[in-house]
């Protein structure tokens, strides 16, 4: 083994630092996207009868069955189909992304709702209020406080997970150092590298988390 | 059979048990009372080494609890305990509960130790439960197998912390029973409970224990006949107990 | 949208055998990397629950690094960078010698990264069930590894058994990332076939066939073995 080179991370600092911006973006965008969708699945299956929930339920079953790279290579073939015209990776990432992550935001909001006691509900509408407003006034207030870190939690797997663009050869983050270990043989050094960044980014975001689970107790 | 020699016990700067010193004598049943937070089920835990001390000695039959956590082993063979929550195992039947440290921890062989519980079983008045699993029996029907579990070892020595303390009214006595029977069997006992009535009937002696020391150790019939000449802790602790 | 739908094609050769030759992988990859992630999770999961201080931080320090770094670039750092970190002989044995080097690997990796998150459950499971149990279990003369093995371990088992099934499903869904290091698995078949024959749907549709039923073989398993290995309960 030749001697340790770390110094083609500094040469290489501008490329890195863009594929770890194009990660943290498309993380922001799998977090707004998918709760935006996410909590359309929720609310469709609090005020829909029986046939709703069953589609919904169909929805979250599967994209929680399949592995994302597979939902990966679904829209990247998928999107240029439907649309009738090239898209680029970009675009069916940011596709797939937002609609797989919204399954599991749809599935944390439920839980978060259930956790609001039956008698709070039922409180609020015997007070008079609409189904609606007791859910935008009571329950929603009650049910955020405890889903904020799942969500949080959530965002930081996400982080993890959009290093499987490699497959459709976006450059986020791994797949630059990918890039750079291949290119200059020196993958000892730059995926040792790599695993610091993820390791510390993700350890400071869990212990900021867990920090904030700690405010919300008090 | 059981020596207390200056025990002492922290927890952090909290002085848990206070310079205890007595000795309950084989054949002897001792009863421990006091308010909450005396420290009497540290106490007793003490004895079969759940609970380390920090200084003086405890001697269960000339062996010395403290000497090394590899010994506790060899001494709970020979200390049987009954618990508060009675904490049969609720993954296995009845008769697995107590055929389970006769197997592992006595390495006997299966026919033997089933042989023992259901004699167990009969003596405390379950042989037909023997199938069924603890979390659909009562909790007297629990606390009475907790009780055969214990004696399944052959212990020289059984201590009981707060054996009735978790049970409905009702199911007090047939607890009691039990334990009245093992007295007369000659068990040597020591009796963490707030039952003032089976104190008078089955002790020999009665400690009373309040802010971790022992305040009064005395004959039974002296404890309840003379509670003028008691102190004043333990007079206002009986007064409390016995007045409903 | 225009599409010439070719169903057949998934029962023709190639494609046929390629599906299940990818099935196959899928499943031994998934398999044998949740057994020996079991071994390991369980032993280090009892390990966050020690007594000893530095047992404890260790065992913390082992599941936060392989939970905290992707698991895409844990098996890059398993095939590219461990063989270059071993003696001489033994990275030269991986490399060149082992039979299956890309599948091997990719057990380790979805073996070590699933046992991460399963010590913190076996951690869980472990403090969920009462103190008071393993106090009995003690007062009875056991040693400390009878009275996990025989007390302890078998309730907390029932305790984490619904997470247990998931961790399952996810390890089934992981066994996918080795398609980068070369496994020809269920979904790199069905992108293969994808590439020769221009049928997304149908390829991509079976693989997510198999998965989703996977998962709801999966759920039948848990709930069946939930019911038999509940404990009755107080009427």
Excluded at chain 1, 125 to 151: N, W
Excluded at chain 2, 180 to 199: K, N, P
Aim: hydrophobic share 50%.
């Amino acid at each position: 083994m030749p001697m340790p080179d770390y110094s083609l991370i500094v040469r290489n600092a501008s490329f890195l630092l863009d594929g770890l911006l194009l990660s943290l973006t498309l993380t922001l965008i799998g977090v707004i996207g998918g709760l935006a969708v996410g909590t359309a699945l929720a609310l469709v299956r609090l005020f829909t009868g029986v046939i709703g929930n069953y589609v919904i339920d169909a929805y979250v079953f599967v994209f929680r069955a399949i592995p994302l790279i597979l939902v990966i290579f679904w829209f990247y073939f998928m999107v240029p189909l439907i649309l009738g015209r090239p898209v680029g990776a970009w675009t069916s990432a940011i596709v797939a992304f937002t609609l797989f992550e919204a399954a599991y935001y749809s599935e944390i909001l439920r839980a978060g709702l259930r956790s609001v006691r039956a008698g709070q509900l039922n409180a609020a509408l015997a007070s008079g209020m609409s189904r609606g407003q007791a859910l935008r006034y009571v329950i929603f207030p009650q049910a955020f406080t405890a889903m904020i870190p799942i969500f949080l939690t959530q965002a930081i797997i996400l982080f993890q997970d959009t290093s499987l663009v490699f497959v459709v050869s976006l450059h986020d983050f791994l797949t630059a150092t990918s890039i750079i270990a291949n290119r200059d043989g020196r993958l000892v050094e730059v995926y040792t590298f790599a695993c610091l960044v993820y390791y510390l980014i993700c350890l400071a975001a869990t212990a900021g988390v867990e920090e904030l689970k700690r405010t919300f107790a008090r | 059979m059981i020596e207390f020699k200056g025990v002492n016990k922290y927890y952090g700067a909290h002085h848990v048990l206070r310079d205890i010193t007595m000795t309950v004598s084989r054949g002897e049943v001792v009863v421990v009372c006091g308010p909450s937070g005396s420290g009497k089920s540290t106490l007793i835990k003490c004895v079969n080494a759940l609970e380390p001390y920090q200084d003086g000695k405890i001697l269960v039959d000339g062996f010395d609890v403290g000497s090394s956590a590899r010994s506790a082993t060899h001494l709970r063979r020979r200390v049987g305990m009954v618990f508060q929550n009675f904490e049969l195992y609720p993954h296995l039947s009845v008769i697995d509960n107590i055929c389970l440290a006769q197997r592992i921890v006595l390495k006997r062989e299966a026919e033997e130790a089933r042989e023992r519980a259901r004699r167990l079983l009969d003596r405390v008045g379950l042989k037909d439960k023997e199938a069924v699993y603890p979390t659909s029996l009562s909790g007297g029907q629990q606390q009475r197998i907790a009780i055969a579990r214990a004696l399944a070892l052959d212990p020289e020595v059984m201590l009981f912390d707060e054996p009735t303390s978790a049970l409905d009214p009702e199911m007090i006595n047939e607890v009691l029973d039990v334990m009245t029977a093992l007295a007369a069997d000659g068990m040597t006992m020591m009796v963490v409970t707030h039952e003032m009535g089976f104190a008078r009937r089955v002790a020999s002696r009665v400690v009373f224990m309040d802010m971790g020391e022992v305040v009064e150790d005395c004959p039974t019939a002296e404890f309840f006949d003379h509670p003028q000449s008691r102190s004043d802790r333990a007079q206002l602790f009986l007064d409390k107990i016995l007045s409903h | 949208m225009n599409y010439q739908w070719n169903w057949d094609l998934l029962f023709s050769e190639p494609y046929a055998g390629w599906l299940l030759a990818g099935l196959g992988w899928t499943v031994a990859l998934s398999i044998t990397g949740w057994f020996i992630a079991l071994l390991l999770g369980a032993t280090v999961g009892v390990a966050r629950t020690s007594s000893a201080r530095w047992v404890v931080l260790l065992s913390g320090f082992y599941v936060s690094v392989f939970r905290n770094i992707p698991l895409l670039l844990q098996m890059f750092v398993w095939f590219f960078v461990v063989p270059e970190l071993l003696p001489a002989k033994l990275g030269l044995w991986f490399k060149r010698d082992l039979p299956n080097p890309e599948f091997w690997t990719a057990v380790l990796a979805l073996a070590f990264y699933t046992s991460g998150r399963l010590a913190e459950l076996f951690r869980a499971g472990l403090q969920a069930v009462p103190r008071g149990q393993r106090m009995a279990a003690d007062a009875t003369g056991m040693n400390p590894a009878q009275a996990l093995r025989y007390v302890v371990m078998p309730q907390a088992l029932r305790i984490i058994l619904p997470p247990l099934t998931s961790e399952f499903l996810s390890i089934v869904k992981n066994s996918s990332l080795a398609l980068t290091i070369g496994v020809l698995e269920l979904t790199a078949q069905s992108r293969q076939i994808e590439n020769f024959t221009f049928h997304g749907f149908e390829a991509f549709g079976a693989a997510t066939a198999f998965y989703v039923l996977v998962a709801f073989v999966l759920n039948l398993v848990m709930v069946g073995l939930q019911r038999t290995l509940a404990l009755p309960v107080a009427v």
